[in-house]
T-cell receptor
C-alpha cells in the first residue's frame, strides 16, 4: 500500500535557525513528489515537484531534495513568515490510478522571532 | 484572475439532508479533484476526474458522488450526509494529471449535526 510519512509532526525554530523536514514514501514507481505549503484556514499552495532521485529544487529559503525513499525540505535561515504547515504528496506510476495523490499528514512549522 | 472557487465556504446541515458543494475553475484545467482534511489524518482524496465525463475513486469515496459534465465544474454531492462527514473540503485542479502541481480552492467547512 502506498504511504507517505512526514516528520516531525511539529517543529519550532528560532528565526535564522536552519533545519529540515522529512517526507518518506513507499510507492511502487514514483511519478512525482510534491511539496505544498498550507496557511491556517487556506488551501494548500504548491511549492515544488521532484521527479527522480538526485533532483533538487530551490525557492528563496527553501530547498527540496529527493532520494529513492525520501525527500527533504531544507529551510535556510527561516523567518516568521515561513510559519505554516508543509505537506508532502506522491503520485505513483500505475496506469489505472495515475490520478491518485497520497498526502502525508504534514509538518507544522513555527518560526519565532 | 486564475482561481478555483468553492461554494458554499461554510455549511451547517442535518443528517440525511442532501447537499452539493460546487467547485469551478477558470484555467481550462483537465484534472480536478476533491479532498477532505481532518485533524490528525491529513488530506485524503475523495474523487478525481482526468477529463469531462471521466471520474475515479480516491481513498475515501464512500458517501460521496461527483459528476464532470463540463470541464470547468466538478460538484461534490452528499446524498445523505452523516456526522462523520463533518470536515474541511478542498477542490483542486491542474493542467494535467501526470506529475503536475495542483491549484487548490479556499475550502468548504462542513458540519453535519
Amino acid at each position: 500500500e502506498d504511504q507517505v510519512t512526514q516528520s516531525p509532526e511539529a517543529l519550532r525554530l528560532q528565526e535564522g535557525e536552519s533545519s529540515s523536514l522529512n517526507c518518506s514514501y513507499t510507492v511502487s514507481g514514483l511519478r512525482g513528489l510534491f511539496w505544498y505549503r498550507q496557511d491556517p484556514g487556506k488551501g494548500p499552495e504548491f511549492l515544488f515537484t521532484l521527479y527522480s532521485a538526485g533532483e533538487e529544487k530551490e525557492k528563496e529559503r527553501l530547498k527540496a531534495t529527493l532520494t529513492k525513499k525520501e525527500s527533504f525540505l531544507h529551510i535556510t535561515a527561516p523567518k516568521p513568515e515561513d510559519s505554516a504547515t508543509y505537506l508532502c504528496a506522491v503520485q505513483a506510476h500505475r496506469g489505472s490510478t495515475l490520478g491518485r495523490l497520497y498526502f502525508g499528514r504534514g509538518t507544522q512549522l513555527t518560526v519565532w522571532p | 484572475e486564475a482561481q478555483v472557487t468553492q461554494n458554499p465556504r461554510y455549511l451547517i446541515t442535518v443528517t440525511g439532508k442532501k447537499l452539493t458543494v460546487t467547485c469551478s475553475q477558470n484555467m481550462n484545467h483537465e484534472y480536478m479533484s476533491w479532498y477532505r482534511q481532518d485533524p490528525g489524518l491529513g488530506l485524503r482524496q475523495i474523487y478525481y476526474s482526468m477529463n469531462v465525463e471521466v471520474t475515479d475513486k480516491g481513498d475515501v469515496p464512500e458517501g460521496y458522488k461527483v459528476s464532470r459534465k463540463e470541464k470547468r465544474n466538478f460538484p461534490l454531492i452528499l446524498e445523505s450526509p452523516s456526522p462523520n462527514q463533518t470536515s474541511l473540503y478542498f477542490c483542486a485542479s491542474s493542467p494535467g494529471f501526470i506529475g503536475v502541481e495542483q491549484y487548490f480552492g479556499p475550502g468548504t467547512r462542513l458540519t453535519v449535526t
